[in-house]
């Protein structure tokens, strides 16, 4: 679509999330396109949320807030820690919610992973995930979080080893038997993964649980649809004039709440965040990092994979940084920094 936009020789040029579909090497190449017309005179509007895109391609910055424009100032004159605090009201730090002690409820359960290998993807992996902390996953593309998150939700098909989960239970043989066992999988790529968007926000949020579980009631009716969506509209704060609004008509934030809400009806025990605030803007980043922290409190098990380093140190209770399909090191959430976590997965050694 860029490509074709690009063909008309436009004079003015708006892109809104134009790299949410775009790996490293995709986006430096539109980088380097935008600015050889940035220098030939064109005009460009970018949209983004991601803040280290802004600083890397941007001559001026311009926050918006509640409908309303904060400031507009110079590149130059702006850090990424004032941008966010300008967005949402709050300084970086505040982004967070405090680390609290596990619940004393979820004492005992655990998912344990031991030896799990994927064929040439993974490799004998062995970690422990106890109910009520926060497991971050960090890794740079094919270094095994993505299969070790598929194997997990019945997705993939492990070689070796053995999973067992706090029911007893060894790996699903499928996503559908993951849902009756109360495995959720939230997967990063939302419009292609998670949601149906043509159909209502009561339909995305109850399709999941209605007919998975015993004793539900394979048909969605109506009464169903509207009696589980309102709870969760409530639950999540998903800004909306009505139930039965298409998913397509929400904002990339309230999507993900959507994507995240038909899963928390089938109350699961083991929760797999792919990357969940992906695309989202910072201030319903904060409100996501405040349901998982909550989630986590409710004595879940909760798996957090994320591609921005700040979200991992700052969320995790323990980081697993991946190397070439190797669990290579764990470090502490909020005692590690940015730097130890890029070096483990750039490196495969921690600092």
């Not at 860029?2 to 949410?20: A, G, H, K, N, Y």
């Not at 890794?139 to 979080?145: D, P, Q, R, T, Y």
Request: with cysteine; charged share 25%; glycine share 10%.
């Amino acid at each position: 679509e860029i490509c074709r936009l690009l063909i008309e020789r436009p004079r003015v040029l708006i892109l809104d999330e134009p790299t949410s579909a775009l790996n490293e090497r995709e986006t430096e190449r539109l980088f380097a396109v935008l600015r050889e017309l940035s220098a030939d005179g064109v005009t460009i509007l970018y949209v983004s949320h991601v803040l280290q895109e802004v600083f890397a391609i941007a001559d001026h910055i311009t926050v918006m807030r509640n409908g309303q424009a904060v400031f507009s100032r110079p590149r130059a004159e702006l850090t990424i820690p004032t941008v966010v605090e300008a967005m949402v009201g709050a300084r970086q730090a505040e982004l967070y919610p405090p680390r609290e002690g596990r619940p004393a409820a979820a004492e005992g359960a655990a998912l344990e992973v031991r030896g799990l290998s994927v064929g040439e993807e993974l490799h004998e992996v062995t970690f422990t995930a106890k109910a009520g902390e926060i497991v971050g996953l960090a890794g740079l593309e094919g270094s095994g979080v993505a299969t070790l998150l598929g194997v997990l939700f019945g997705t993939r098909r492990a070689t070796g080893g053995e999973v067992r989960y706090p029911d007893g239970g060894g790996l699903p043989a499928s996503p559908t038997a993951a849902a009756r066992r109360r495995i959720s999988l939230v997967p990063a790529e939302r419009r292609r993964q998670g949601l149906m968007l043509d159909r209502s926000i009561s339909h995305n949020i109850a399709h999941v649980s209605v007919g998975t579980l015993p004793g539900r009631d394979p048909w969605l009716r109506p009464r169903q649809l509207a009696a589980a969506a309102r709870g969760q509209i409530e639950r999540l704060q998903i800004k909306t004039d009505s139930l039965d609004s298409p998913v397509d008509q929400l904002s990339g934030g309230n999507q993900q709440k959507v994507v995240l809400g038909k899963w928390l009806e089938v109350s699961p025990g083991v929760m797999l965040l792919d990357d969940p605030t992906r695309g989202v803007d910072v201030g319903a980043k904060r409100e996501f990092y405040l349901l998982i922290r909550r989630l986590a409190q409710e004595g879940k098990i909760v798996l957090f994979r994320s591609t921005e380093m700040p979200e991992l140190v700052g969320l995790a209770d323990r980081i697993l940084t991946f190397y070439r399909g190797r669990l290579t090191a764990e470090l502490v959430g909020g005692q590690a920094d940015d730097h130890a976590v890029l070096q483990a997965i750039n490196t495969g050694q921690a600092a």
